[in-house]
């Protein structure tokens, strides 16, 4: 069975930055797309965004797009998503998961194998 790892979370100020990482425990890995999502207490997930099998295909929330950024590396054993200029409204436990496309419309709804999440805090 796939399991996920998520890593890299932390506090920081507004305008900071962080890359999470996504590790797999099995090297089938490279045969799913992974997406992230993120949740605020009280509030329902959101998708964050979602990167294709082969990473030729990406997709960001409106929220964060010009902001983050989705990556796998050559292996396909990890995927990254870096955070730019991070807002207070960007807190949360952020997930990562895995699905068969992110073509998919929902895929954030779709996707399974969720790991345990990494808390990234904003504040000043």
């Known amino acids: 069975q796939l399991q996920l790892v998520e890593s890299g979370g932390d506090l920081v100020q507004p305008g900071g930055s962080l890359r999470l990482s996504c590790a797999a425990s099995?090297?089938?890995?490279?045969?799913?797309?992974i997406g992230w999502i993120r949740q605020a207490p009280g509030k329902e997930r959101e998708g964050v965004s979602c990167?294709?099998?082969?990473?030729?295909?990406?997709n960001y929330a409106e929220s964060v797009k010009g902001r983050f950024t989705i990556s796998r590396d050559s292996a396909m054993n990890t995927v990254y998503l870096q955070m730019d200029s991070l807002k207070p409204e960007d807190t949360g436990v952020y997930y990562c998961?895995?699905?068969?496309?992110?073509?998919?419309?929902?895929?954030?709804?779709?996707?399974?194998?969720w790991g345990q999440g990494t808390q990234v805090t904003v504040s000043s």
């Open positions: 998961g895995a699905g068969a496309s992110c073509r998919e419309g929902g895929w954030a709804s779709a996707f399974g194998s």
């Open positions: 099995e090297f089938t890995y490279s045969s799913y797309a």
């Open positions: 990167i294709s099998r082969y990473g030729s295909i990406t």
